[in-house]
């Protein structure tokens, strides 16, 4: 795992205020996705199921009892291996998918900037995927025109703000997705691995963008695989492994922990393979 | 940047665990009307992005009802053999019209939320405004065929032939033309309301099925097809046959597209049974739609 690439340091944190209220508050939360079988449900193999008189139901328990909180003005870090469960967490704050047990607790509003981006109809311009994006999470048109301008120029990409997303490269898409997010202003802002995209200037800007967001005491939740920038950004980090919360607290000491734990994992692993 | 600073400023969420259940309706429909704004850009951005790329740009929106129209007038007339008067064609034009109207409705509603993809993974919404988005986009591409509509009933009603004008000499009647305005065409007006509220429900219902079994949409263009010949379109009701009748109260649009040809094209008074059996469908088409939607759409982000 490669720590230096993609990382992004915000100047200070140590001034900031954190709050006694808590912003998101995950007690006994259990996730299980339920998804048949097959990767493309269909009637034919449901009728074909039904003949032969059984479901299959595949669950994944996605999170496993995990309790935490977070008090307003945190910036909370989350690590963990790939299908830890880190997006998931982050889908059940922001209320898109339920919890299966146990309960979460969300004062303010959430703004999501998970890793699939905002464009989400590629054949529809950048300037249409942003108001739509907007609307549909509750900016009203007045507020939307307000930001519009400030949206485009910090995604800064020029003339195809009005061509079809179809016509962007990745890069151009991160830009906006994460432009957009930042500009919601929201309560509470959800991150998931969505830094790691765009040239050294755009990042440059983009910390920048954040620190603002921090100062104004926003509530920040950040996955990402750059351990430095964890580090650097947060308050507090938690780790998840296969669902589990294994540990919470300080960044240094929870990405030390969860460093030396899938190094050991890789070495026994080695070990065992020879 | 301004920022609500007050602590009661900021909403609080609490997420249990979901079941298959209603949410609070009186919360679920003050959202959904806060955020309709929504599914109008959606559509009116569909509408756009679908004719930027073509020639004749908007005008599609007229030119191609107008064809179908006419590729299936021509196709009656060539079954039957003979020459159908002005009151086959505009019963042939509002059905259809009003048919494609429906059509649109479940093969977009069916893609919905399923295409909705990302912004469904990623955003907290009522998801009922993709379907509504769909409903809305279909009227969009319904309301300039009532113009082409309106146009052939006032060239029927001051030009057309009328049903006592027959040739001198060979005795020959031109078909019966009954094409006149009438006060009772205001009625289907509330007729086509019927029709949306019916579209309503069945965007939503078609949406969620396509979640559940992604054949739907490969099935629907048979399944629009048949359905299209078993209704009072390319033929009249009364040229049905009785094993056929029989059937037609399990098809919705039997009263429908009457009460709707009946009153716009005929001029005549549906009977109240048809009127009844309307609004039956309607009601039920938008309650067990949309309640069926609303109570599994939770679960539509693990299942897309
Ligand atoms: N939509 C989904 N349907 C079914 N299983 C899913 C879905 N999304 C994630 N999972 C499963 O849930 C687990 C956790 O995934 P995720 O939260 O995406 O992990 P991470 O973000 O930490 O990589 C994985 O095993 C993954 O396969
Ligand atoms: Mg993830």
């Known amino acids: ?274 | 940047m301004s920022r609500a600073a007050a602590t009661q400023d900021r909403p609080k969420q609490v997420y249990l665990p979901h079941r298959a259940g209603l949410p609070r309706l009186t919360t679920y429909v003050a959202t959904l009307w806060s955020r309709r704004h929504f599914a109008a850009e959606l559509s009116s951005a569909t509408m756009r992005a679908a004719h930027t790329n073509t020639f004749f740009g908007q005008f599609w929106l007229v030119i191609s009802p107008a064809l179908n129209a006419a590729v299936y007038f021509m196709l009656v007339n060539v079954i039957r053999g003979g020459s159908a008067g002005p009151d086959f064609f505009m019963h042939l034009l509002a059905g259809l019209f009003a048919f494609t109207f429906i059509q649109t409705v479940v093969t977009n509603g069916a893609d919905s939320v399923v295409k909705g993809g990302n912004l469904v993974l990623n955003t907290a919404f009522p998801l009922l405004l993709l379907p509504f988005s769909a409903l809305r986009t279909a009227f969009l591409r319904f309301l300039p065929t009532m113009g082409i509509l309106l146009a052939f009933f006032v060239y029927f009603d001051y030009f057309g032939p009328h049903s006592d004008s027959c040739d001198a000499i060979t005795g020959a009647c031109s078909p019966l033309n009954t094409i006149h305005f009438s006060p009772v065409q205001f009625l289907a007006i509330p007729a086509f309301a019927l029709l949306f509220v019916f579209a309503m429900g069945l965007s939503a219902l078609m949406a969620t099925l396509q979640v559940y079994f992604r054949d739907t949409s490969q099935l629907l263009p048979y399944a629009t097809r048949i359905w299209l010949y078993l209704s009072p379109v390319l033929y009249y009701a009364d040229q049905m046959q009785p094993w056929m009748l029989k059937l037609e109260v399990l098809n919705p649009l039997f009263p429908m597209l009457t009460v709707w040809t009946d009153t716009l094209i005929r001029g005549v008074m549906p009977s109240t049974a048809m009127w009844l059996g309307s609004c039956a469908w309607a009601l039920g088409s938008l309650l067990v739609g949309t309640f069926w939607f609303i109570s599994r759409e939770r679960e539509f982000a693990v299942r897309i």
């Open chain 1, 1 to 274: 795992m490669s720590h230096d690439e993609d990382e992004m340091v915000i100047p200070q944190l140590a001034d900031r205020v954190i709050s006694e209220e808590i912003a998101v508050s995950v007690s006994d939360l259990d996730v299980t996705y339920r998804t048949t079988l097959e990767k493309r449900p269909t009637l034919k193999q449901a009728i074909v199921r039904m003949g032969r008189g059984k479901r299959s139901v595949r669950t994944i328990e996605a999170l496993k009892d995990v309790t935490f909180e977070v008090p307003r003005g945190t910036v909370l870090g989350i690590v963990g291996h790939n299908g830890a469960g880190k997006s998931t967490l982050m889908r059940t704050i922001a209320g898109i998918v339920p919890p299966t047990r146990g309960r979460v607790e969300v004062t303010g509003r959430t703004s999501t900037l998970l890793s699939l981006g905002v464009g989400f109809n590629r054949a529809l311009t950048g300037r249409e995927n942003i108001v739509l994006g907007g609307l549909a999470a509750g900016l009203t048109k007045e507020e939307l025109d307000e930001r519009y301008e400030q949206i485009a120029d910090f995604a800064d990409i020029g003339d195809f703000i009005d061509m079809p997303m179809r016509s962007y490269s990745s890069g151009m898409g991160a830009r906006l997705a994460f432009s957009v997010a930042v500009h919601l202003d929201p309560d509470i802002l959800l991150i998931d691995e969505a830094l790691s995209t765009g040239d050294a200037v755009f990042k440059e800007k983009a910390a920048q963008r954040m620190q603002e967001l921090v100062d104004n005491s926003s509530t920040m939740l950040l996955i990402s695989h750059a351990l430095r920038t964890i580090i650097n950004m947060s308050t507090e980090v938690i780790w998840l492994d296969h669902g589990k919360l294994m540990m919470q607290g300080d960044p240094e000491e929870v990405v030390d922990a969860y460093t030396e734990f899938v190094h050991v994992k890789k070495t026994t692993a080695a070990m065992n393979d020879m």
